[in-house]
């Protein structure tokens, strides 16, 4: 970043503190009035919040006597719950309901693209989806709204194929590395565990670097499933540098001849520049080994919405992500991000977690998810 | 966070600004863009349909005050909305008379329960109070073993065992006791809020515990789902209130909305960075001041406050004021900065901060420099920044490691800014940047 920017920056910060500093001098000085410490927008006819823009406690939230529920106003509230609930139900049977109408619709469209919404597309991928579906419904002449589903299912699946190559690579013979990177809480370390069984049990041989040494206990974790899957693992220090460790993991392999090493790393938000440089550093190691790393997964949680798209962009940008893996799809999450990823950034979505055990971590099968979609 | 939310809706508003009345259309496109900026924002499609559905009947309605111009009062209404639907006030944790008091942490996996749990016995701690953190998540590895090591680094005792969690939640509330805790924080395994079987479990957890507090931990970065999740939980184990972790992403955080319309139980805290002293009460008031792009100055002011020696800022205010700020004043104004955390957070909360300067990457580094720069200057130098001559420049240059020219650039910008600082000391606001002059000052006080 330019410097003078910061400096900048800093004047610009510095004014402010200082006012600040006037400010609460004289909020002590007035201290027999606090409370009010933005004033409200002029005042209108409309009745405002009772709460809105006062906020007379700034010190406690806890308080130490039995309160009465906090409950704020919202006298739609209920309403809309007992409406979500039942047209949650609704929802899933909402293509039926599209089905039965026989013909195609004004609502036909809505609830398509309402299903489409729901499932976490997004509504620029949804309204690419269905205008390209509105013209092959013209020239088709589709009419009917069965012919209509499959149609878009057909469109779905088509641009899931058109991604690409989802296999992973291992080459044998040699050293490969497969790095798994993503937010927190995405679930990196338990698939690591599930690719580590699947793979061992396919006759590799499997090191594992506890590159996360930042969580609080996830080497620990990490070390429980390697050896309830029979691999090796190399771990550093609560705090170490992760860099030493995948150095560690890579002679490690050597010495003991594996042919796979799966790097854990820290779950980190995108938006933290200084972590993604560490994330690249871990990078430039590994290609200390020229061709070793042979996928960079990006870990992505089902139920993530539309800030998945950044998340993949922010990652690929600074280690260059291979593959996707689509974690916790067995809830009700759809994982209809991953359709804007493969369409914006053509980053393929290589293995699907459906549950807890090892058996549950499956190949992306493009017609599979796409039903499941539009289910 | 919020940002993106923000920048759309400015873009809506920037159109409304440059007319006179709010007509039908103008009320149409402001519903399109915000359906697009709600539904961008993950906000569910059904919570964005009745959020829009108000602010239309609202804005086309009677309610229209002669002292707001148009786009002010969409601004208004739409601002009034957000806060309702956020949760109108802040709310608060149900404390028993009778100790201990009893939370339970819920949610799905990854959504930061055992960080949450964590962070909150730290800011209840720091509160007076004495919590005991209970690790009934026996289903991941490792889970209970992360909670010691955190519950060991704020000094908050951890109780658990290895049977199963019931009995475990059962246990810490005879351990409470023995120790003299009055709250006791229970974290739980994630679970989907379709897994009968560990849905079963947590009720049971509920039932054997009796919690005071059941808290729904989601992740904002959670995108439709956040309804269906909030409300079978509800359903499940009745929720008293949820906490939005993972907020200091880029995530716009629409799930906040849904959740707090769908279940109708305020959100009590957010967690907002990695450290386990990240972790604040959640304001509706000010999330809503801020996705309007209106900045959170109170949590600023409060933070400020928590950091800073009252004596101190109340000094270097009355020389700002008569036009005195010196590079010593400085030197300190920016150390108390960095006390906040890091500079980019900070920024985060101000109002009217352009784009560019909320997107710039803040390198801590330079400001490390400018302060080196500072360091290197004697304190007359400090004080009387016109005593620096050439040679003086070049001695300076070289005690910080920089080019005479980097200190010839700070000079240059602390005199700009020294002239700005008169003028706000005068009463007016600083030109730079822009925005900042719409903040009216009276508003702060």
Redesign the interface.
């Known amino acids: 970043m330019d410097p003078v920017l910061v400096l900048i920056l800093i004047f610009v910060l510095g004014a402010v503190l200082a006012t600040t500093g006037i400010v609460l001098s004289r909020r002590s000085q007035r201290s027999a009035t606090p409370g009010e410490v933005i004033a409200p927008p002029p005042p209108t006819a409309a009745p405002s919040l009772p709460a809105q823009a006062v906020v007379d406690e700034v010190d406690t939230e806890v308080e130490p006597e039995v309160e009465p529920e906090v409950e704020p106003v919202i006298e739609a509230a209920p309403n809309l719950r007992d409406r979500l609930g039942r047209t949650r139900g609704a929802f899933l049977r909402s293509l039926a309901a599209i089905r039965g109408r026989g013909t195609v619709d004004d609502a036909t469209w809505e609830e398509l693209e309402e299903t489409l919404l729901l499932a976490d597309v997004g509504l620029p991928t949804t309204e690419r989806l269905l205008d390209r579906l509105r013209e092959r419904a013209r020239d088709e002449r589709i009419v009917d709204s069965e012919a209509l589903i499959t149609a878009l299912r057909d469109e779905l699946v088509a641009q899931l194929v058109a991604t690409g190559d989802r296999t992973l690579v291992l080459a044998p013979d040699e050293r490969n590395v497969w790095m798994f990177v993503g937010v927190n809480g995405v679930g990196k370390t338990t698939t690591i565990a599930k690719v580590a069984q699947r793979e061992v049990n396919d006759g590799h041989a499997v090191v594992l670097a506890a590159a996360d040494t930042f969580r609080a206990a996830a080497a620990e974790q990490l070390t429980h499933w390697a050896e309830k899957v029979g691999a090796g693992i190399v771990k550093g220090q609560e705090g170490a540098d992760p860099g030493s460790v995948v150095f560690d993991a890579m002679s490690s392999a050597e010495s003991r001849n594996a042919d796979l090493v799966l790097v854990d790393t820290a779950g980190r938000l995108h938006t933290k520049v200084n972590l993604m440089n560490e994330l690249e550093k871990l990078r430039r190691i590994v290609d200390r080994t020229p061709g070793a790393l042979k996928e960079m997964l990006l870990v992505l949680d089902a139920s993530t919405g539309q800030n998945g798209l950044t998340q993949a962009r922010q990652f690929t940008e600074a280690v260059d992500v291979t593959g996707v893996v689509l974690t916790k799809l067995d809830g009700t999450a759809k994982g209809g991000i991953v359709l804007a990823i493969e369409a914006e950034l053509g980053i393929p979505v290589k293995l699907v977690g459906l549950g807890e055990t090892a058996a549950d971590l499956v190949e992306f099968d493009p017609a599979n998810f796409v039903d499941a979609l539009l289910a | 966070m919020f940002d993106a939310l923000s920048d759309r809706l400015d873009g809506v508003f920037k159109k409304l600004r440059s007319r006179g009345k709010l007509t039908d259309k103008d009320i149409d496109e402001v519903a399109r863009e915000l359906r697009?900026a709600l539904?961008?924002?993950?906000v569910?499609?059904?919570?964005a349909r009745?959020f829009i559905a108000?602010v239309k009947e609202?804005a086309s309605g009677a309610?229209?005050?002669k002292?707001?111009s148009p786009a002010?009062?969409v601004i208004?209404i739409v601002?009034?909305e957000l806060?309702?639907?956020l949760?109108?006030?802040?709310?608060?944790?149900?404390?028993?008379?009778k100790p201990p008091t009893v939370i339970m942490m819920a949610g799905?996996?990854?959504?930061?329960k055992t960080t949450a749990s964590a962070k909150l016995a730290k800011l209840?701690k720091s509160?007076g109070?004495r919590p005991l953190l209970v690790g009934a998540d026996l289903q991941?590895?490792?889970?209970v073993?992360?909670?010691?090591?955190?519950g060991q680094?704020i000094g908050v005792p951890v109780y658990s065992e290895a049977t199963d969690p019931v009995q475990v939640a059962t246990g810490a509330l005879e351990e409470a006791a023995r120790l003299g805790r009055d709250i006791v924080i229970v974290d739980t395994a994630g679970r989907?809020?379709?897994d009968a079987d560990l849905m079963d479990e947590l009720r049971a957890v509920r039932d054997a515990v009796h919690p005071h507090d059941t808290l729904l931990v989601v992740?904002a970065?959670?995108?439709?789902?956040?309804?269906?999740?909030a409300?079978e939980f509800n359903e499940t184990v009745g929720l008293?209130g949820v906490v939005l972790t993972?907020i200091?992403?880029?995530?716009?955080g629409?799930?906040a909305l849904s959740v707090k319309?769908?279940?109708?139980k305020?959100i009590?805290f957010a967690g907002t960075g990695?450290k386990l002293d990240e972790f604040e009460?959640f304001?509706?008031?000010r999330m809503a001041?801020r996705i309007l792009g209106m900045g959170d100055?109170?949590t600023?002011?409060?933070k400020?406050?928590a950091t800073?020696d009252?004596e101190?800022?109340?000094?270097?205010?009355?020389?700002?004021?008569k036009g005195q700020?010196t590079l010593e004043?400085?030197l300190q104004?920016?150390r108390?900065?960095k006390k906040m955390g890091p500079?980019q957070n900070?920024?985060g909360m101000?109002p009217g901060?352009p784009k560019e300067?909320k997107d710039?990457?803040?390198?801590e580094g330079?400001?490390a420099?400018?302060e080196a720069i500072i360091c290197s200057m004697t304190p007359a130098e400090r004080r009387d920044p016109s005593l620096i001559n050439g040679s003086r420049r070049m001695r300076i240059a070289q005690g910080s490691g920089v080019t005479t020219a980097?200190v010839n650039?700070?000079l240059k910008?602390?005199k700009?800014?020294q002239q700005?600082?008169k003028g706000?000391g005068k009463g007016k606001m600083?030109r730079?940047?822009k925005e900042?002059g719409d903040l009216d000052?009276?508003?702060?006080?």
Do not use: C, W, Y
């Open positions: 697009v539904l961008e924002a993950d569910n499609v059904r919570v009745d108000r609202r309610e229209v005050a002292s707001l002010q009062q208004k601002n009034d806060i309702t639907t949760g109108g006030t802040t709310g608060k944790l149900t404390m028993s008379s799905l996996q990854g959504s930061g209840l509160q109070r991941r590895p490792a889970a073993e992360q909670l010691r090591v955190l680094r989907l809020q379709i992740d970065m959670t995108g439709q789902e956040a309804v269906n999740v409300s008293t993972k200091d992403g880029d995530a716009r629409g799930a319309e769908v279940v109708g305020p009590l990695e009460a304001h509706p008031d001041s100055v109170l600023l002011i409060e400020a406050e800073f009252e101190e800022m109340a000094k270097a205010g009355d020389k700002l004021r700020l004043d400085f104004q920016m108390q900065v500079l900070v920024l101000l901060v300067l710039a990457e803040v390198d330079e400001i420099r400018v980097d650039g700070l910008q602390f700009m800014v700005m600082m706000m600083p730079l940047p900042l000052l009276s508003q702060l006080q």
